[in-house]
């Protein structure tokens, strides 16, 4: 069975376009928070890993919305997701990254992410998006602590 079992969810969700659109407009705060995440880590948990330079960190913040757009649009199956999930993680794990220091990271970024936007989504919508947004991360993380001991079949996909 695949890491991610895919459930269809229908369309978007009703606060979804408004989500994405500020987390498009907040990028560039993502990208240095993600920074700030990965620094904070490695005073942690050293490991030998490269500098990232402002591209790189863009990438990886491209893929977070990607999942996140994924996610609120209900794909299925989530192509992204899976990508994510079922190669990139665990050929990071292969080449010798630690998951104890992905978990530090991912953490760290999405609690940054999550008060940025807690602080900056309108108000009408707030319960709804942040009770979303904390499955979604807490999926998430899950999904990354998983990869080591293999897949975890009762975690429904990132939605």
Same mark, same amino acid.
């Not at 942690?44 to 960190?57: C, G, K, M, N, S």
């Given at each position: ?10 369309? $978007? /969700? ?16 993502? &990208?240095?928070?993600?920074? =700030? ?6 005073? &942690? &948990? ?13 990438? &990886? ?5 990607? $999942? ?14 899976? $990508? ?25 970024? $999405?609690? /940054? ?19 979303? /947004? ?7 993380? =899950? ?14 996909? /990132?939605?």
């Amino acid at each position: 069975m695949s890491l991610l079992t895919p459930i269809r969810w229908g369309p $978007m /969700l009703a606060f979804g376009p408004t989500l994405l659109a500020l987390l498009q407009s907040r990028r560039e705060i993502y &990208i240095e928070a993600l920074g =700030t995440a990965i620094k904070n880590s490695q005073e &942690i &948990i050293p490991v030998a890993r490269p500098e990232y330079d402002h591209d790189a960190l863009s990438q &990886i913040i491209e893929g977070y919305m990607a $999942m996140i757009t994924e996610a609120l649009e209900g794909r299925d199956p989530p192509e992204i997701a899976t $990508m994510y999930f079922e190669t990139i993680i665990p050929s990071l794990v292969a080449a010798g990254e630690r998951v104890d220091s992905m978990v530090h990271v991912t953490v760290g970024m $999405m609690v /940054l992410m999550a008060d940025d936007v807690g602080r900056h989504v309108n108000p009408d919508i707030r319960a709804t998006t942040m009770d979303w /947004l904390s499955k979604f991360f807490a999926t998430w993380v =899950t999904r990354i602590i998983s990869v080591k001991g293999g897949p975890v079949s009762s975690l429904r996909p /990132l939605r």
